[in-house]
């Protein structure tokens, strides 16, 4: 029997098939067709320099599946979903680490046995790429994946170099591909749950690999290396994939296929069914009290990012465009340690104190003050204010023991400023400065003493990264603060000597495309 359920929609598969001299010339045919697609489309710099290495090498690996839209892998669209052989892993993963690939995982048993997930970045595409690396094809519906059809080593025999991957012979992806869908669409909690049909990208690529191979050669497949999957039950299976199909016709052929697998599964069937339908109803729930999905850790750990700069450097800019492009594939979180949240302490010791300040029971912050402290000129800003700067200190450490717990934990962490040494005027102790050489008594000193103690808790960050920009650019740019003040602050972070710390000093003055794109290969270095 040659001729699929449904009719081709390729002529030329059609004619090859009457002829029966597919093998090698269709083959060549098809590799042509890839290269073609492939050229029209951007093939990312990094993507290119992992497919040659892996050629040179000789590693025997494949693109495995979605080779339909193979020109979307090049670009970075789509993942690179690529087999390895288990003798070849090592060197494979040796290729990744040459190339600057972090290794990642999900903490909460989303990992499936023998993947790996590991991530590049093209700094040129200011893409981070995603290589979902399998030693095992493990299968089945999103939620559980519950099979593991024990068919690599043939699987990548079969495979033929197409243009820049290497991927498997049509027969062997269609045949992968059918038991992927039917057990991802036919079986009956996958249609209780409304995932019975397939994606109208899913049914493309059934129609395009079942005009590049013949009934015949997929039930050869099955036939020499599953043999549980005989041809009638693969006809069902790709009947039940068909529009139109009955609703009984696609829970049988489901129901059979899972009977006939049931020694590659990784659970029983009613554990399976069962974890399938909790998760369907657990994730929802879990997503919307976290408003997003679980995402990623870097195999390494966490880091914890510091972005410094004066005003009109960019820093809020440039952390939220960092923050996201990585939040697309890592947990991540941001902090502005310039501007704290206020902890229950500091609500009610700032509410009392202007609850006093509007009853007249003291003065408060003098005119022109504020300014004042940015031009050292003593004007004493009375008791409340220094208890509030105590109060700001106290805010910034604890932001600084989350941020620093989260990176601990494997999280990646932005922070928008951070108090240093070098810098005094934004982030740092403020009591002992704006009271210098005007009072000395002993509420001043145990004020200044507790903030001294906060600030001496917060440590360096992995990463410290300081935005440069002349004072006149700053000015130019930040029109919403008094011109002094703007320049002062500015000034502070150009003067610095800081060929003597950790920092990494950025040229903020360019555009922030060319400041973006330098700081994510900054980071990705560090990661």
């Known amino acids: 029997m040659n001729q699929f359920v449904g009719n081709p929609p390729y002529i030329l598969s059609i004619v090859y098939k009457i002829s029966g001299v597919y093998s090698n010339r269709f083959s060549q045919f098809r590799s042509k067709a890839i290269m073609t697609t492939e050229e029209k489309q951007s093939t990312l710099d990094l993507v290119a320099s992992l497919c040659k290495a892996l050629k040179d090498e000789k590693i025997n690996y494949c693109h495995w599946k979605s080779n339909v839209a193979i020109d979307r892998s090049a670009s970075g669209e789509n993942d690179l979903d690529l087999l390895v052989s288990r003798a070849d892993a090592q060197r494979f993963i040796g290729i990744l680490m040459q190339l600057d690939f972090k290794e990642a995982f999900l903490t909460k048993g989303g990992q499936l046995p023998g993947t790996r997930d590991y991530y590049g970045y093209d700094q040129k595409a200011d893409r981070i790429i995603h290589a979902h690396v399998h030693f095992q094809?493990?299968?089945g519906h999103d939620l559980s994946k519950n099979y593991h059809i024990p068919i690599e080593?043939?699987?990548?025999?079969?495979?033929?170099?197409?243009?820049?991957?290497?991927?498997?012979?049509?027969?062997?992806?269609?045949?992968?591909?059918?038991?992927?869908?039917?057990?991802?669409?036919?079986?009956?909690?996958?249609?209780?749950?409304?995932?019975?049909?397939?994606?109208?990208?899913?049914?493309?690529?059934?129609?395009?690999?079942q005009s590049l191979t013949t009934l015949t050669k997929v039930a050869a497949v099955f036939d020499q290396h599953l043999p549980c999957v005989d041809n009638n039950l693969f006809e069902a299976c790709l009947r039940s994939l068909q529009p139109g199909c009955s609703f009984w016709k696609r829970i049988l052929a489901g129901q059979q296929l899972q009977q006939k697998l049931r020694s590659c599964a990784r659970r029983p069937l009613i554990g399976?069914?069962?974890?399938?339908?909790?998760?369907?109803?657990?994730?929802?729930?879990?997503?919307?009290?976290?408003?997003?999905?679980?995402?990623?850790?870097?195999?390494k750990g966490g880091l914890l990012i510091a972005v410094v700069g004066g005003d009109g450097s960019g820093k809020t800019t440039v952390v939220n465009s960092l923050y996201a492009r990585i939040f697309e594939e890592f947990e991540i979180a941001k902090f502005h340690m310039g501007k704290p949240s206020w902890s229950w302490t500091t609500f009610w010791i700032r509410g009392i104190i202007k609850i006093g300040r509007m009853l007249g029971f003291y003065p408060f912050v003098k005119e022109g003050s504020e300014s004042s402290f940015d031009t050292n000129i003593p004007i004493f800003p009375g008791y409340p204010w220094l208890i509030r700067e105590v109060?700001?200190?106290r805010d910034r450490f604890l932001t600084y023991t989350a941020a620093r717990r989260l990176a601990t934990n494997g999280c990646l962490v932005i922070c928008d400023r951070y108090p240093l040494a070098e810098v005094k005027k934004m982030d740092g102790p403020q009591v002992e400065r704006i009271t210098h050489g005007m009072h000395s008594n002993k509420l001043i000193k145990a004020l200044a003493g507790l903030e001294n103690q906060y600030y001496e808790q917060i440590m360096?960050?992995?990463?410290?990264?300081?935005?440069?920009v002349a004072p006149d650019i700053a000015v130019q740019r930040k029109t919403d603060e008094p011109a002094e003040s703007v320049r002062s602050r500015a000034g502070e972070v150009w003067n610095v000597d800081w060929g003597n710390t950790p920092a990494h000093i950025?040229?903020?003055?360019?555009?922030?495309?060319?400041?973006?794109?330098?700081?994510?290969?900054l980071i990705w270095s560090y990661l």
């Open 391 to 393: 109060c700001t200190a």
């Open 153 to 209: 080593n043939p699987f990548l025999e079969s495979a033929t170099q197409g243009g820049l991957f290497r991927i498997p012979a049509p027969e062997f992806e269609l045949a992968i591909f059918v038991v992927r869908m039917v057990l991802k669409h036919s079986t009956l909690d996958a249609i209780i749950m409304g995932h019975g049909t397939l994606s109208a990208s899913e049914r493309r690529e059934l129609e395009v690999l």
């Open 460 to 468: 360096l960050p992995d990463l410290l990264i300081v935005l440069r």
């Open 506 to 521: 950025v040229d903020a003055s360019r555009t922030k495309t060319e400041i973006h794109s330098d700081l994510m290969a």
């Open 272 to 299: 399976d069914t069962v974890l399938k339908f909790s998760r369907r109803i657990i994730l929802p729930i879990q997503s919307r009290l976290h408003a997003r999905e679980p995402k990623k850790h870097l195999i």
């Open 137 to 139: 094809l493990v299968l």
